[in-house]
């Protein structure tokens, strides 16, 4: 099975509609990531989660929100989704450390027409 | 603002042949940085890493090298093989105590030719 699990892996919706990306991971790592990652482009960090009390606005989180369940849980929220936000979507996993290498998810295409 | 960027946006070699993958950052503050690969349809994945007090890690078959002074980070893939094929990001990381902040690069294409 997979370490870092995203649902739903593909998703079409419609402008204004509110959309929720979900993130799982089995390697018990603290941190989690969001990120989107545009044609042509690197990634770019949207929130960012150290433990489960703990949320972080990154590089672009306007118009997206986040919720950390638990350890193993971390979602990413469109309330008013708008094509622009068309894009890849990857969760990644982190730990505290001299190492911070990130476990990436096999991301989640979005789509906004 | 500072950014992390690419000399060569697609990369071509020969079966066999060393590549050489290139990344400028402007943040001479960032203290860790990393090389991803991805593949089509993947997520990226982990090759290699280093810290900004040294200038040079190896691990298998790639090497990452770091020159401060130009600010300049590259990649070398040794005896390049189909697989090595994807694209490839750098990163740079600034951490301290209670912030985070992480820059990607925009990525270099690197197809090996058979």
């Known amino acids: 099975d997979a370490d870092v699990t995203q649902t739903p892996r593909n998703r079409i919706t419609k402008t204004g509609k509110r959309i929720m990306l979900e993130c799982s991971q089995t390697?018990?790592?603290?941190?989690m990531y969001w990120y989107r990652q545009d044609p042509g482009l690197g990634l770019r960090l949207i929130y960012y989660?150290?433990?489960?009390?703990?949320?972080n606005k990154g590089e672009i989180s306007d118009g997206y929100s986040v919720s950390r369940q638990a350890q193993a849980k971390f979602s990413l929220s469109l309330e008013s989704a708008i094509p622009n936000q068309t894009a890849l979507y990857f969760c990644a996993t982190g730990i505290e450390g001299q190492v911070k290498e990130q476990f990436f998810g096999p991301g989640t295409r979005l789509t906004v027409l | 603002g500072e950014s992390v960027g690419l000399h060569l946006p697609t990369l071509s070699v020969q079966e066999g042949d060393n590549s050489i993958i290139n990344c400028a950052y402007s943040?001479?503050?960032?203290?860790?940085f990393i090389w991803y690969k991805q593949e089509s349809g993947k997520g990226p994945q982990f090759i290699i890493d280093?810290?900004?007090?040294?200038d040079k890690r190896q691990g298998q078959r790639v090497t990452v090298l770091l020159n401060k002074t130009v600010k300049h980070l590259s990649l070398q893939i040794a005896a390049t093989q189909p697989g090595d094929s994807a694209v490839y990001f750098c990163?740079?990381?600034?951490?301290?105590?209670?912030?985070?902040?992480?820059?990607f690069g925009k990525g270099t294409k690197l197809s090996v030719i058979p």
């Open positions: 390697k018990g790592h603290d941190r």
């Open positions: 280093i810290r900004s007090n040294m």
């Open positions: 943040n001479s503050a960032s203290d860790y």
């Open positions: 989660s150290f433990d489960v009390k703990d949320i």
């Open positions: 990163a740079e990381i600034l951490s301290g105590a209670g912030s985070y902040q992480l820059t």
